[in-house]
C-alpha cells in the first residue's frame, strides 16, 4: 500500500444484511482499491415494519456481525470505518438507543442516514471506477426496507425516490408463508404498483440504462446464471434481461423456502427473495426496462468515495 493511502472500512447496515467493504483510498488518482468485502445477514428490520422497534435479538446479531468485522478490519491494518445505518434504523423509535449499543459495544460509530442521503451515495458508488457510463443513467437500490430509484449523470442527481417497498417489509407484511397464496401474491403486487405508479414518471428518460445494486439483485443474477454460490467477479455487469426476471419470479412465486434454498439462495435470503423480485419485475415492466445491468457496488462505494473526496480536499 502506497504512503499516500488510506485504509478504510465502509460498513452499510441495512434491514437484512451488513455489508463491509474495506479498500484502500488513493488520493493522488482518485482511485479506490477493494481489499475485502464481507456480508453478515442480521435481519435487522425483523417486525421494524409493525412494531417500529429493533428489537433485542436483532441487536444482538448486529453486534456479533459488527464485531467481526471490526476485529477483521484491525487484522487489515484498517484506519478509519465508517458505517451507515439505513432504512431499519430510520424507522426505528429506538434508534438512539440502538446507535449507543453497537458503540458501547463495538466502538463503531453508527450513523443514520436519510433516505435521500442513501440514494445519492448509492447512485455514486454504484458506477464508481466505471468508464464510459451512460448518460442520463438510473438506478435502483432494492432493499430490505425501502427501495429507492435514482437518475443522473456522473456529475451530479437529478431525481430521486425512496419508497417504503422492500423485501423484508412487504413480506413480513403480506405474505404468511411461502409459496404466497394467490391472494397474498396479488395483494403485495398491488401495493407495489400504488408506489411504483406515483413515483416512475420522472424515469423514464433514463429507462434504457439502468444499474441495479444490493442483495435482491445480485442473487437473481447468480441463480440466472446458474451459479450454485455467490461470485462477485461474474457477478459484477451481469445484464439481467426482465425476461430472466419475469420467469425467475414465476418459478419463485411456487417454491417453498427450502426448495428456493436449493437454487443456491443463502437461507437469511431465501424467505424475502420472492418479494423482492416481485419488486423489480414490476420496476421493469411499469417503467418498460428490458435489462438491468447489476453492480455488485452501491452504498458501501459511495461512502469510500464520499471519504476520498474528503482526504483528496485535504492534500
Do not use: W
Amino acid at each position: 500500500m502506497s504512503l499516500d493511502m488510506e485504509r478504510t472500512a465502509c460498513i452499510d447496515v441495512g434491514t437484512n444484511t451488513a455489508l463491509l467493504l474495506v479498500a484502500d483510498l488513493d488520493p493522488e488518482s482518485g482511485r479506490i482499491l477493494p481489499v475485502e468485502h464481507r456480508q453478515i445477514i442480521v435481519r435487522l428490520g425483523q417486525k421494524v415494519d409493525e412494531g417500529k422497534v429493533i428489537r433485542k435479538e436483532a441487536l444482538d446479531r448486529l453486534i456479533v456481525a459488527l464485531s467481526s468485522y471490526r476485529a477483521l478490519c484491525e487484522s487489515l491494518g484498517v484506519g478509519k470505518i465508517i458505517a451507515a445505518g439505513t432504512s431499519a434504523l430510520r424507522d426505528a423509535s429506538n434508534r438512539d438507543e440502538i446507535i449507543e449499543e453497537v458503540d458501547k459495544a463495538t466502538g463503531i460509530e453508527l450513523t443514520c442516514i436519510s433516505g435521500t442521503e442513501e440514494a445519492e451515495l448509492t447512485f455514486f458508488g454504484a458506477v464508481a471506477g466505471m468508464t464510459d457510463v451512460p448518460e442520463p443513467f438510473s438506478v435502483i437500490d432494492i432493499g430490505g426496507g425501502s427501495t429507492e430509484i435514482i437518475m443522473g449523470t456522473a456529475t451530479g442527481v437529478n431525481r430521486s425516490v425512496s419508497m417504503d417497498i422492500g423485501s423484508v417489509r412487504l413480506t413480513e407484511r403480506f405474505f404468511t408463508s411461502l409459496p404466497p397464496s394467490d391472494s397474498e401474491f396479488k395483494a403485495a403486487r398491488e401495493e407495489i404498483n400504488r408506489h411504483l405508479a406515483s413515483n416512475l414518471p420522472p424515469f423514464f428518460a433514463a429507462r434504457h440504462d439502468v444499474f441495479g445494486v444490493a442483495g435482491t439483485l445480485t442473487t437473481i443474477a447468480q441463480v440466472s446464471m446458474g451459479e450454485p454460490h455467490f461470485v462477485a467477479e461474474k457477478v459484477q455487469g451481469f445484464r439481467l434481461g426482465y425476461d430472466q426476471v419475469h420467469l425467475m419470479l414465476e418459478k419463485l412465486r411456487t417454491m417453498t423456502v427450502d426448495e428456493i434454498v436449493e437454487l443456491g439462495i443463502p437461507e437469511g435470503r431465501a424467505d424475502v427473495i420472492t418479494m423482492g423480485t416481485l419488486i423489480l419485475h414490476q420496476f421493469m415492466r411499469m417503467l418498460g426496462v428490458g435489462t438491468v445491468t447489476v453492480s455488485i457496488q452501491g452504498l458501501r462505494f459511495g461512502m469510500a468515495q464520499k471519504e476520498l473526496q474528503r482526504l483528496r480536499l485535504q492534500k
